[in-house]
């Protein structure tokens, strides 16, 4: 970040944008800080001594524009401390942010997983899980249900020939005791015939 606010200030002071506007000529009052250099180059002058180039400038002029130049720095502090608060306030916007994506997430994967699940007898299963327990448990009444109409049926069928089993056991009784009847008869008209006879003999 400071590398960031040090580019700024020196962009600030490259450009010149806090001190823009239409330039007539070169001042110490107005103008970039680039056109204010200039403005001092123009106005200085030079000299040689012992072979080496000296230009001399007015020292209100180097005053004046040490003034503007720290006014510059102070104006690009400035300016980087307010961008500063406003990223800080960017970044505590995005983690705050950020946060509410998570517990969006979080609450998005409890629905989902809520969505996705069912209750059995108290327990949460999932939807394949419950529909798994659920055809078992069908197909398991089903076949129970087939075994017992089987069983019925084959009751059912063991019963009815039990019960012609039983008819023709009664009809064979029925005839077995009219038959006696029949026998006892005849021999007690026999019988009886007989005691006639002796009777009739004496």
């Known amino acids: 970040m400071k590398r960031f606010a040090l580019l700024l200030c020196l962009a600030f002071l490259a450009t010149g944008t806090m001190f823009s506007q239409d330039e007539a000529e070169p001042s110490l009052d107005s103008g970039t800080v680039e056109s204010q250099f200039d403005f001092i180059f123009s106005k200085s002058g030079n000299y040689n ?3 080496r ?3 001399v400038v007015r020292a209100i002029y180097l005053d004046k524009l040490r003034t503007n130049v720290l006014d510059s720095l102070s ?3 400035k300016a980087a401390g307010e961008l500063q608060a406003t990223i800080n306030g ?6 705050d942010l950020n946060t509410k994506l998570e517990d969006t997430s979080s609450q998005l994967a409890e629905v989902t997983e809520q969505k996705d699940s069912m209750s ?4 949460q299963l999932s939807k394949t899980t419950y529909n798994l327990i ?3 448990i069908i197909i398991a009444l089903s076949l129970l249900l087939l075994l017992f109409v089987f ?6 069928t063991l019963t009815q020939e039990a019960k012609a089993k039983l008819a023709d056991l009664e009809a064979e009784y029925e005839n077995h005791r009219r038959r006696a009847l029949e026998r006892e008869q005849k021999i007690s008209r026999q019988l009886q015939d007989e005691l006639n006879k002796q009777r009739k003999g004496k």
Not at 120 to 123: I, N
């Open 120 to 123: 059995f007898f108290g327990a």
């Open 75 to 77: 104006a690009g502090r």
């Open 49 to 51: 001594a012992e072979g």
């Open 151 to 156: 069983k019925f049926r084959s009751s059912n």
């Open 53 to 55: 180039r000296y230009e």
């Open 134 to 136: 659920l055809w078992t």
């Open 90 to 95: 960017q970044q505590a916007t995005i983690a």
